[in-house]
């Protein structure tokens, strides 16, 4: 299910605790002090369900809808999801090399992938 548990030299430190939706399963050990330690017989488990890739999206082109998706969790990263904010405003899609577009200048116009400009003052953000 979608709990965690921990224990230390076979001892429980917690059981059953819930795993919300927005944890991100990382792991965390360490000391309170600043001194050589040894780790030894460490053991972590996946829990929760968030541990593959998230929903595929066709290769994007000119043209292509931009739109939201759940980003990747737990350490995993979707390649297609990078952006960059390039330095005239505008937004990157670095796998495509293609800029977000708006369509429009009125509230709720659609943004598109298109080539990247310099001069269309649609594809600043």
């Known amino acids: 299910g979608k709990t965690a548990s921990g224990s230390l030299d076979g001892s ?4 059953a605790q819930p795993i919300r939706d927005i944890e991100t399963g990382f792991a965390a050990i360490g000391v309170n002090s600043w001194f050589p330690v ?27 809808p931009v739109g939201t ?13 990078q952006w960059e904010l390039v330095p005239n405003w505008q937004l ?7 800029c977000a577009t708006a369509q429009g200048k009125a ?5 598109v992938l298109k080539q990247c400009s310099f001069t269309d003052p649609q594809r600043k953000f």
């Open 107 to 111: 509230p709720g116009s659609k943004v």
């Open 92 to 98: 990157k899609h670095v796998p495509s090399g293609l």
């Open 69 to 81: 998706r759940p980003c990747a969790r737990n350490g995993l990263i979707d390649a297609d999801l």
């Open 12 to 15: 429980s430190l917690f059981k």
């Open 38 to 64: 040894e780790f030894d017989n460490l053991h972590l488990d996946r829990a929760g369900p968030s541990w593959g890739p998230t929903q595929y999206c066709p290769a994007p082109h000119e043209g292509s």
